[in-house]
């Protein structure tokens, strides 16, 4: 283990006759009387690396590395900004609505429900039954197609 801890002051005042006095309390100030304690001296205040700043051993740095986040940019019906491919310009992309299997489909169904003297191609004339294929305004490039099915 370590060495006996140190004597209690006032050992030397037994052993020159006087009766032993207590040790101070701790938390409070010092007994009325009592020889002043000696002041630390002032520690410097500095920047870090500057002679006099207290200099601590043992410290450190941990560096957290993130994953980068890649955004994915859904192609849907309204246009969309993003840069173009082909031109490399930040652009925000035209739309143009396309006859796609959807509305074939749709077509189809009417037709067999009883829609056939002209009411199953309403679905050629919405927008909402076609495909959406996005292009540059720069370079007129179809960057991507948003198809319904």
């Not at 006996?4 to 032993?20: I, R």
């Not at 909402?128 to 099915?149: E, W």
């Amino acid at each position: 283990m370590s060495a006996p801890p140190p004597p209690y002051p006032g050992t030397k005042a037994q052993e020159s006759g006087y009766p032993a006095q207590p040790p101070p309390p701790q938390g409070y100030g010092q007994p009325y009387g009592a020889p002043p304690q000696p002041a630390y001296p002032a520690q410097p205040y500095g920047q870090p690396g500057q002679p006099g700043y207290p200099q601590q051993q043992g410290q450190t740095t941990v560096v957290v590395a993130q994953p980068a986040v890649t955004v994915v940019q859904q192609f849907r019906e309204s246009p969309v900004h993003t840069r173009c491919p082909h031109c490399q310009a930040e652009v925000v992309t035209a739309t143009q609505y396309e006859t796609g299997t959807f509305t074939w489909i749709i077509c189809l169904v009417l037709c067999i429900v009883g829609c056939d003297l002209g009411c199953c191609f309403i679905p050629f004339c919405v927008d909402g039954c076609k495909d959406v294929a996005h292009s540059c305004p720069n370079c007129r490039t179809v960057i991507s197609r948003y198809n319904r099915m």
